[in-house]
């Protein structure tokens, strides 16, 4: 090779062709977009494959000089230099707008750029991580739950609240939630591959619809008994007192122990709260939000407890009592809500709700990056909830002349990539070599 061929290959195609262990010189009118495979080496395309064996530098994150292509990874990674999401002067809906980006650029490059020796890791070790960490805070906030339960026992038998009778119900359906997610864990990680070939992620979200509808019986019967008691108290504020009136008012005591029980419920939910809050799936998401109710319900009957004791002791209005009953009504209709939004959604999931545009754009711009020597077009992305994680189908359009062997060997390499990504429980890669066709004869349409 002459060295004008060189500067030649150089200037047009960004190639060096002294780089490659091959006699042969590149021919400079070639398009050469760059993809990620599943190895993590960056390699040129429309070039012989006994041309091109591998780059000298394989932590190379893109090839030199070379074109940015619509969609391909050096053209996602030159828009991050605009993301400024902590550039204060701006608006705070363009700042979560670039916050956005920034994670959907790093969720790509975490899939495609290439890693050097040392630097690969198990494309599980993300996932395992926040299942250790799910563990531990299933345990952490069932030893919490534990002791809440007893002291808040303690605390309603000697106050009598009826708001702080609530806030005990939702305590109890919390311990029996905590105990059936570390069991639905642990069977979770048993997996068995000839009885549940697709695992048992749908465990956990099973889990939620049945708590939720536990826990709003529950507090169905609080309202019940609290109506009782507000309209008892209506009625002795209502009707004229007399010697032979039987008519009392209910007892409360809001006394020392009761309210430190009280505060010490409020302070631990907020810490379990923030601790929950850093995982992001669904059981974590589910104690969170509870944990969140809990301060708010916990709050709302410390506070109504303490006015109705003090209401009774006639500190304040005597009237003032009737704040407990209605408080006790409006803690359980909050947890009402919220435990039927929280099944609503799992019950959502569980029946095959897709994804969102968020990851079904990550897959689409993976995909896209894949093999472009060899995939023409992508026909279908998919993904639906599968219990806590999503099962992945994509189609994809090769040219009818691809060897079995090179379209059996890149669909592999495909759905390796894709079962990468973290939440990714399966994913199927279909190899097609025409997209037109009748739609009846090929997808199952419910």
């Given at each position: 090779?002459?060295?004008s061929?060189?500067?030649?290959?150089?200037?047009?195609?960004g190639i060096?062709?002294l780089?490659?262990?091959?006699?042969?010189p590149?021919d400079?009118?070639?398009?050469?977009?760059?993809?990620?495979?599943?190895a993590?080496?960056?390699?040129?395309?429309n070039?012989?494959?006994?041309?091109v064996?591998?780059?000298?530098?394989?932590n190379?994150?893109?090839?030199?000089?070379?074109p940015?292509?619509y969609?391909?990874?050096?053209?996602?990674?030159?828009?991050k230099?605009?993301c400024?999401?902590?550039?204060?002067?701006?608006?705070?809906?363009?700042?979560?707008f670039?916050?956005?980006?920034?994670?959907f650029i790093?969720?790509?490059?975490a899939i495609?750029?290439p890693?050097?020796?040392?630097?690969?890791?198990?494309?599980?070790d993300?996932?395992?991580?926040q299942?250790?960490?799910?563990?531990?805070l299933?345990?952490?906030?069932?030893?919490?739950?534990i002791?809440?339960a007893?002291?808040?026992?303690?605390?309603?038998?000697m106050s009598?609240?009826?708001?702080?009778?609530?806030?005990?119900?939702?305590?109890?359906?919390?311990?029996?939630?905590?105990?059936?997610?570390?069991?639905?864990?642990?069977?979770?990680?048993?997996?068995d591959?000839?009885?549940y070939?697709?695992?048992?992620?749908?465990?956990?979200?099973?889990?939620i619809?049945i708590?939720?509808?536990i826990?709003?019986s529950?507090?169905?019967?609080?309202?019940?008994e609290?109506?009782?008691?507000?309209?008892?108290d209506?009625?002795?504020?209502?009707?004229?007192?007399?010697?032979?009136?039987?008519?009392?008012l209910?007892?409360?005591?809001?006394?020392?122990?009761?309210?430190?029980?009280?505060?010490?419920?409020?302070?631990?939910?907020?810490?379990?709260?923030?601790?929950?809050?850093r995982?992001?799936?669904?059981?974590?998401?589910?104690?969170?939000?509870?944990?969140?109710?809990?301060?708010?319900?916990?709050?709302?009957?410390?506070?109504?407890?303490?006015?109705?004791?003090?209401?009774?002791?006639?500190?304040?209005?005597?009237?003032?009592?009737?704040?407990?009953?209605?408080?006790?009504i409006?803690?359980?209709?909050?947890?009402i809500?919220?435990?039927?939004?929280?099944?609503?959604?799992?019950?959502?999931?569980?029946?095959?709700?897709?994804?969102?545009?968020?990851?079904?754009?990550?897959?689409?711009?993976?995909?896209?990056?894949?093999?472009?020597?060899?995939?023409?077009?992508?026909?279908?992305v998919?993904?639906?909830?599968?219990?806590?994680?999503?099962?992945v189908?994509?189609?994809i359009?090769?040219?009818?002349?691809?060897?079995?062997?090179?379209?059996?060997?890149?669909?592999?390499?495909?759905?390796?990539?894709l079962q990468r990504?973290?939440?990714?429980?399966r994913?199927?890669?279909h190899?097609?070599?025409?997209?037109?066709?009748?739609?009846?004869?090929?997808?199952?349409?419910?």
């Amino acid at each position: 090779m002459d060295m004008s061929t060189v500067e030649e290959t150089r200037q047009v195609s960004g190639i060096d062709p002294l780089r490659f262990p091959s006699n042969k010189p590149i021919d400079s009118s070639e398009s050469v977009p760059l993809f990620a495979d599943c190895a993590g080496k960056s390699s040129p395309v429309n070039v012989d494959d006994s041309t091109v064996k591998e780059m000298d530098e394989p932590n190379a994150r893109l090839l030199p000089r070379s074109p940015a292509k619509y969609g391909y990874l050096e053209h996602i990674q030159s828009y991050k230099p605009s993301c400024t999401p902590n550039d204060k002067s701006l608006p705070e809906k363009i700042r979560q707008f670039y916050a956005d980006q920034l994670e959907f650029i790093n969720s790509v490059e975490a899939i495609l750029l290439p890693k050097t020796f040392g630097e690969e890791i198990n494309p599980t070790d993300y996932q395992k991580q926040q299942e250790r960490n799910s563990e531990m805070l299933s345990m952490l906030t069932l030893i919490t739950n534990i002791f809440v339960a007893i002291i808040k026992t303690v605390a309603a038998i000697m106050s009598k609240s009826l708001s702080v009778i609530s806030t005990l119900v939702d305590s109890a359906v919390d311990l029996l939630f905590n105990i059936m997610l570390i069991w639905t864990a642990r069977k979770i990680k048993r997996q068995d591959a000839y009885k549940y070939p697709t695992g048992r992620t749908r465990l956990e979200p099973v889990t939620i619809v049945i708590i939720s509808v536990i826990m709003c019986s529950a507090s169905i019967e609080v309202i019940l008994e609290s109506s009782r008691a507000l309209a008892l108290d209506i009625d002795y504020f209502a009707n004229p007192f007399n010697a032979s009136s039987c008519r009392t008012l209910q007892h409360i005591d809001m006394s020392t122990l009761p309210v430190i029980a009280m505060v010490f419920t409020i302070v631990s939910k907020i810490i379990l709260f923030a601790l929950c809050s850093r995982i992001n799936n669904p059981t974590m998401s589910a104690l969170a939000e509870d944990n969140r109710n809990d301060v708010l319900s916990n709050s709302v009957a410390l506070v109504c407890g303490v006015i109705g004791s003090n209401a009774l002791q006639r500190r304040i209005r005597q009237e003032a009592i009737i704040v407990d009953p209605i408080a006790a009504i409006i803690i359980s209709i909050y947890i009402i809500v919220v435990w039927i939004r929280q099944g609503h959604k799992q019950v959502r999931r569980l029946t095959g709700l897709t994804a969102d545009p968020f990851f079904l754009q990550r897959i689409t711009h993976i995909i896209y990056n894949f093999r472009p020597d060899l995939v023409t077009q992508i026909k279908t992305v998919q993904a639906v909830h599968h219990g806590t994680d999503f099962i992945v189908e994509v189609e994809i359009i090769l040219s009818g002349s691809t060897p079995l062997a090179i379209a059996h060997n890149a669909g592999e390499e495909l759905q390796r990539q894709l079962q990468r990504i973290p939440h990714v429980e399966r994913a199927f890669v279909h190899l097609d070599f025409e997209i037109i066709h009748v739609p009846t004869l090929e997808d199952i349409i419910v």
